[in-house]
């Protein structure tokens, strides 16, 4: 069997999906987390990455697109993770992103943002974003898993 064909088959049979989110911090320390329309509890806010997207890009587009993000500094790479979701797997790669000004409204996609300490997050934050945030704040080992 050729390297691309191989290469193929092993797509189909365990396909990857490629995310990035980002761990939003505004000036006070507080992270922004998002309410999604379609899944209950709080989320770092984040999204696919589109074939050939560099994932930096993607988690600003997606940023500008979910809770209207008008400015940053640059994202700064902070750890890559992997999660199991049915057949798939997910990878997702996270950044920090600094000095944001965003002018967020209700959307398709986002009902609510909601500025939270990383240190004490809501007991409906998601379990995976609860993960990193006490990774991010340094009360946890960083994990390869989300």
């Not at 088959?9 to 000036?27: D, S």
């Not at 959307?107 to 004490?120: A, G, L, M, Q």
């Amino acid at each position: 069997m050729g390297l691309a064909l191989g290469l193929g088959a092993r797509a189909f049979v365990t396909p990857v999906a490629f995310g990035a989110n980002a761990i939003l911090v505004g000036e006070d320390g507080q992270v922004l987390l998002v309410s999604h329309r379609y899944q209950p509890g709080l989320h770092l806010p984040g999204g696919g990455v589109a074939a050939a997207e560099p994932p930096d890009q993607a988690v600003m587009r997606e940023l500008k697109e979910e809770v209207g993000l008008l400015r940053s500094a640059p994202p700064e790479f902070l750890g890559l993770y992997t999660r199991k979701i049915g057949w798939a797997t997910n990878l997702i790669a996270l950044y920090r992103v600094r000095n944001a000004e965003i002018d967020f409204k209700p959307n398709f996609e986002i009902r609510k943002v909601v500025y939270v300490d990383p240190k004490n997050p809501p007991p409906e934050t998601s379990p995976g974003t609860k993960r990193r945030l006490a990774e991010f704040v340094g009360a946890a080992p960083q994990s390869p898993y989300w």
